[in-house]
Each structure stands twice: as C-alpha cells, then as structure tokens.
C-alpha cells in the first residue's frame, strides 16, 4: 500500500480508536473511502490492505474489520467479498459474525 494511503488509514484509526459508535466513526472513515476514489490507480494495492485486514496479516490497512464494512458498503469490490468468503477463523465467534455482516453488505444494494 502506499504511504499517502497507509497515512490516511493510521490517522483515522487513531482518531476513531475510542469511538464505541459506528455512526460517529463514518465522518471520519469518509476520508479513506474518499482517499480510495481519488486513487483508482492504488486499487490493486489497497484491495491486498483491506483483504489483509480479515486475516490480519502485516500489511494490513489499519483500520480494522468495521472501517471494511464501511467501505464495502459503497465500493463493493468482489476481491474483498471472495476474501471474506473464503475466510476461516479459529473459532472466534465475535469475528466470525463481523466477517459473516460484512457479507451482508453486499446483499444489502
């Protein structure tokens, strides 16, 4: 990912950090989907942070799996619904549900 947009998600993620509701997040999780538009030339790149956020793997956008939900609810990128599709997670049944509502997000057009 690059570093303009790995900024854009680090501050976001600090400033939400402590924010308990979705809905007060959503004006500040506006820049990084505002970010995206502006960049179509990053999709490949952002598209590996965003699915890296399921998984939790280094190079993840920080952000985590609600910042996903909300931008999925207006991109809709198949590359990250085929990600949470195939995603298997040990057994966490908080996460599982999350990953299972960021599916229903595409059904929800």
Same mark, same amino acid.
């Given at each position: ?47 590996? !942070?965003?699915? +890296?956020? &399921?998984? $939790?793997?280094?190079? @993840? %956008? ?34 599982? !549900?999350?990953? +299972?509502? &960021?599916? $229903?997000?595409?059904? @929800? %057009?």
């Amino acid at each position: 990912m690059s570093a303009p947009f790995l900024q854009v998600c680090q501050d976001v993620a600090k400033v939400t950090r402590y924010i308990q509701s979705f809905e007060q997040c959503r004006p500040h999780w506006q820049r990084v989907l505002d970010y995206i538009h502006s960049h179509p030339e990053e999709r490949p790149s952002i598209v590996l !942070a965003l699915t +890296r956020i &399921l998984t $939790e793997e280094d190079g @993840a %956008a920080p952000g985590g799996l609600y910042l996903l939900q909300f931008l999925m609810e207006s991109l809709r990128w198949p590359e990250v619904k085929h990600a949470a599709e195939n995603f298997t997670h040990d057994g966490n049944g908080w996460y599982d !549900a999350e990953v +299972r509502h &960021l599916l $229903e997000v595409y059904d @929800a %057009a």
